[in-house]
């Protein structure tokens, strides 16, 4: 269903990491924008997370940060998360499933591959 635009925002929080620990926080904020013609509900995430070290984790569940949002058209809907890696730099992609509350049916928005970067390590 064409219509839903996934925007996201990630950044580096250095309170929370400890780069002697090869351990590098991050944050992400998601807003997703639905210009469909019907309100949806997003029901699933699935996450691929890459490292500089080649290491990667798949995430799946249900809905993001505990909730499956409605979103009406024409509205928009922003979280934040966060994530751990052990290298400096590492991306992001993925997928939400949503349900089209017209007729119910479920489809896939891809989310935009992103960056993980600590600051003026990438131009």
Not at 50 to 56: G, I, L, P
Not at 101 to 114: A, D, G, R
Request: aromatic share 10%; charged share 15%.
């Amino acid at each position: 269903m064409p219509g839903i635009q996934i925007t996201p925002r990630p950044f580096y929080l250095a309170e929370q990491s400890d780069p002697d620990d090869a351990q590098y926080a991050f944050g992400y904020e998601i807003t997703i924008t639905n210009h469909s013609g019907n309100d949806v509900q997003l029901m699933d995430r699935h996450w691929l997370i890459s490292d500089a070290n080649d290491q990667h984790t798949e995430v799946q569940g249900q809905g993001v940060v505990g909730q499956q949002p409605v979103i009406a058209t024409g509205q928009s809907y922003t979280y934040q998360s966060s994530i751990l890696l052990k290298t400096p730099f590492g991306c992001m992609r993925g997928s939400y499933t949503f349900q089209n509350k017209h007729n119910e049916q479920l489809f896939e928005v891809t989310i935009p591959p992103f960056a993980l970067a600590i600051p003026h390590l990438i131009n």
